[in-house]
């Protein structure tokens, strides 16, 4: 603590450079912060798919149909516990640009196979009650201003017309990362409006199941059940099924990622090109520090040191104001399911703050502790 | 009693037997100091003196743990210096030597209190007794009313006696000084050679310095002159070190 004075006052000796380099940081981990909250919008979901749910959809693809009597067939099979299904809906709420995911779903087993979604029960009963009703997410309906008991009409795509719902209810993840910008209403409502070909046919199946470590026997259980059948299936953990979701965007890992190192590298090379100077400019201060008995481990940690300030103030600066962004609401207007900065990538942002800091201050920081007084002084 | 022939007693509190430096510069080896002895005893002042390249600094360098010699030894209070690690010998400065340079290279940052508290940082003087001790250095340097100017609200005089308050503050066994009045005004040389001379007659310091200027040297007990890497004893001085800089 005693040798708090000297790092401090070092740190502001050149203001201007000491404010740019701390901007530097700033910038790239307020950067890292927002690119950590999108991979976190496309991710999330499989990050938190439950370990012990299976998707089934149709071999072929997810855009063909399954007949609803595989239903009792799935549940007869041991180790499954429950099951629903749904039907992806694509309808367009006054413009193509306010997208929001939409299903028909199976109202009877919907919150037994998912329940970190919450919703009051009053609600809920009146949900079912009504045909004509749904249920918004409480990121879909604050962003369009929904309140329960509103009319929303919404254009059917590929069944054509306009559907009226009543907003029954509003339901919350429990989770922070649950995506709470789904739009359900009963499948039944759904099934009495599709051609007769359609008819008794759903898009997917979500099984859940008694125990995770069952999945793979079930997963081939299911499969092999209705092979050779005009409606082979195909199942999967919902992880899985999520991960194979999110690849349909593109490897949005590896860009985000890519993109992060090119900053970070930027970044090394900007303050380590910083901290060398700001070396090299306090070579005779240094040779000073070790001729009245400053040891050169002291003088290679003192530098470190002021690397390491410099870049966990920016850092944290930069993470903060990312901090602030995500709290001041998604600027896409809910299109992403979810936007928040994680803990994880806080901490994930201060370790690598803490190790660019580092990196950055290490050469100068050897060149220090390798000076020779005598050279040191010759030269001031 | 300071001597050059390697004749100095027990009491010697710094001893140097046969030491020499050799630089190598471009694969050519330049001979610096060449066999050279000294002893000095506690409370002696001393001045070096000398023609540029003559090996004065280097000396001064070799006394004070900064350079190794490459021939030699250097013994100060019965510490072999120059068989100590590069970290003992760290330490061994910290506890015997005080250092005033010609360019005072104060650190700009550090208000004078500060500057002056550098080397006590490392000892284990808690806050208040090293505030106690940096006082009592910046009073005896006569600059009590300035401990909280930085460097650049000092004068070149001011600014040295920081230096030597920096140099005395924890109490070394002996100061080495290296031109500490060469960047100075005559008015301010002045005062820090009497400053000089009140730790060494006050404060029974040993003082080792090397100046260019033959009328700052008249104010030491002894000067030596360096010639050709060996040095020569030119005299006592007795009668200017109580008289005034001329």
Known sequence: MKFLGLIRANLFRKKIRFVLTIGSFAVALFLFGVLAVVRGAFSGGVDIAGADRLVVINRTSIIQPL???????????????????????????????????????????????YPEFAISEEQWQNFVKDRQGAIAGAATAKRFGWKVGDRIPIKGTFLGGVWEFNLDGIYHGTRQADDETQFWFQWKRLDEQVPDRLKSHVGWYTVKLDHPDDSLRISKAIDEGFANSPFETHTDTEKAFAAGWVKQFGNIQFLIMAIGAVVFFTLLLVTGNTMAIAV???????????????????????????????????????????????????????????????????????????????????????????????????RV | MVRVDGSGGSNSLIKARGLGKTYSRGGEQIPVLQALNLDVEQGDFVAFMGPSGSGKTTLLNLLGGLDVPSAGSITVAGDEITSMSRSKLTQWRARHVGFIFQMYNLIPVLTAFQNVELPLLLTSLSKVQRRQHVETALGVVGLSDRMHHFPRQLSGGQEQRVTIARAIVSDPTFLLCDEPTGDLDRKSADEIMALLLTLVKGHKKTVLMVTHDPVVAARADMTLHLEKGVLVEAGRTQPAASGGVR
């Open chain 1, 280 to 378: 090299r400019e306090r070579t005779g201060e240094l040779a000073v520090l070790k001729a009245v008995g400053y040891s050169d481990r002291f003088v290679l940690l003192f530098v470190i040191c002021e690397s390491l300030l410099i870049a966990l103030i920016g850092g944290s600066l930069g993470l903060g104001m990312a901090k602030l962004f995500t709290l001041g609401g998604d600027p896409t207007k809910g299109l992403l399911p979810f936007f928040f900065l994680p803990g994880s990538a806080v901490l994930a942002g201060l370790a690598v703050t803490l190790l660019v800091g580092a990196a950055s201050g290490i050469i100068p920081a050897i060149g220090a502790m390798r000076l020779r007084v005598v050279d040191a002084l010759r």
């Open chain 1, 67 to 113: 007949p609803l009597a595989y239903a009792d067939k799935i549940r007869r099979i041991p180790g499954v516990k429950e099951l629903t299904y749904a039907n992806w809906f694509g309808g367009v709420y006054q413009d193509e640009k306010n997208f929001f995911p939409q299903f028909a779903i199976d109202v009877d087993n919907q919150r037994r196979v």
